[in-house]
């Protein structure tokens, strides 16, 4: 099984950026579609991003569509999330995910694998 773990989270103001790392080991990715995701306080953990083992194809939740780019190189065996134009709303523990397979996970597949996540907080 694949380990991950995040990084590259911080505090923000609103306007900013930020770009999550997410490092895998155990594995090496290129067999494995990957996510991001993210759970605010009080709230259910929601999808962010998704990307397929060759990056060709990638999906995004409505509320960060053109904001948010995920992007993965799986020779340093790492995907991330360029996030520009942070809300206040995006303020949130952010999580990877591993799915093994070469298609493109939908927001409610289920990933194998789920690092510890890194938290990001943006201020208005």
């Known amino acids: 099984q694949v380990q991950l773990v995040e990084s590259g989270g911080g505090l923000v103001q609103a306007g900013g950026s930020l770009r999550l790392s997410c490092a895998a080991s155990?594995?090496?990715?290129?067999?494995?579609?990957m996510g991001w995701f993210r759970q605010a306080p009080g709230k259910e953990r929601e999808f962010v991003a998704t990307i397929n083992w060759s990056g060709s194809s990638t999906y995004y939740a409505d509320s960060v569509k053109g904001r948010f780019t995920i992007s993965r190189d799986n020779a340093k065996n790492t995907v991330y999330l360029q996030m520009n134009s942070l809300k206040s709303e995006d303020t949130a523990v952010y999580y990877c995910?591993?799915?093994?397979?070469?298609?493109?996970?939908?927001?409610?597949?289920?990933?194998?694998?789920w690092g510890q996540g890194t938290q990001v907080t943006v201020s208005s």
């Open positions: 995910a591993a799915k093994l397979g070469l298609g493109l996970p939908s927001p409610r597949s289920e990933f194998d694998s």
């Open positions: 155990g594995r090496t990715i290129n067999s494995y579609a």
